[in-house]
């Protein structure tokens, strides 16, 4: 069955850096869309970040745009998110989650991680 | 600030229908389809309803959905306790080249 297990998350302090990484099986990861999502305390879902199923086209909400990155390893069924200068904004349960289709359109997310925590704090 | 706005809360008593609606603008709901998920604290988001009406196989159709120009609504039949969660409705928007959740409505069942 689809698995997607994210791992990576932590306390980190503002300014530092965090890479989380999900690892998915069940599907042929190279063949869909991914995404990062996240929850802060509290809060309800904010969508981060999109990959293609090749990781040419990448897009990133506002705001972390130029401080996060997401990037996948289709050798290693992994999906990435490099988050640079953290912020106590950046509190959240961080979601990997895939595309359902295999081309066209980056949604509707289909299946989704049980995500990890990242607690920005000094 | 999400660009999609739903009501904060909605309840109602076992077996008996709430609505739960979504406004979002012409470059989001107006331009793509809505799809619906339900969250349950400490789990997994669940896909509920995609392509404004769809359902994904082993959701029970007591769970539907439209879209009408740039809102949408999903409707839940027959209520469950089990349905208790906060449900989020979702689309991509064209300006911000993004995907956008709505701010989320938490149901609860009297």
């Known amino acids: 069955q689809v698995q997607l297990v994210e791992s990576g998350g932590g306390m980190v302090q503002p300014g530092r850096s965090l890479r989380l990484s999900c690892a998915v099986s069940?599907?042929?990861?190279?063949?869909?869309?991914m995404h990062w999502v996240r929850q802060a305390p509290g809060k309800g879902l904010e969508w981060v970040a999109v990959?293609?199923?090749?990781?040419?086209?990448?897009h990133h909400a506002e705001s972390v745009k130029g401080r996060f990155t997401i990037s996948r390893d289709n050798s290693k069924n992994t999906l990435y998110l490099q988050m640079n200068s953290l912020r106590m904004e950046d509190t959240a349960v961080y979601f990997c989650?895939?595309?359902?289709?295999?081309?066209?359109?980056?949604?509707?997310?289909?299946?989704w991680g049980q995500g990890t925590l990242v607690t920005v704090s000094s | 600030q999400s660009v999609l706005t739903q009501s904060p809360s909605a309840s109602g008593t076992p077996g008996q229908r709430v609505t739960i609606s979504c406004s979002g603008g012409?470059?989001?709901?107006?331009?793509?389809?809505v799809s619906w998920y339900r969250h349950l604290p400490g789990a997994a988001p669940k896909l509920l309803i995609f392509?404004?009406?769809q359902r994904p196989s082993g959701v029970p159709d007591r769970f539907s959905g439209s879209k009408s120009g740039t809102s949408a609504s999903l409707a839940i039949s027959g209520l469950q306790s089990e349905d208790e969660a906060d449900y989020y409705c979702?689309?991509?928007?064209?300006?911000?080249?993004?995907?956008?959740f709505g701010t989320g409505t938490k149901v609860s069942v009297l």
């Open positions: 989650a895939k595309a359902k289709w295999h081309s066209g359109a980056y949604y509707p997310l289909d299946y």
């Open positions: 069940g599907f042929s990861f190279s063949n869909y869309g």
């Open positions: 990959t293609s199923s090749d990781g040419s086209k990448r």
């Open positions: 012409s470059s989001n709901i107006g331009s793509n389809t």
């Open positions: 392509s404004n009406s």
């Open positions: 979702a689309a991509w928007d064209d300006n911000l080249n993004g995907y956008v």
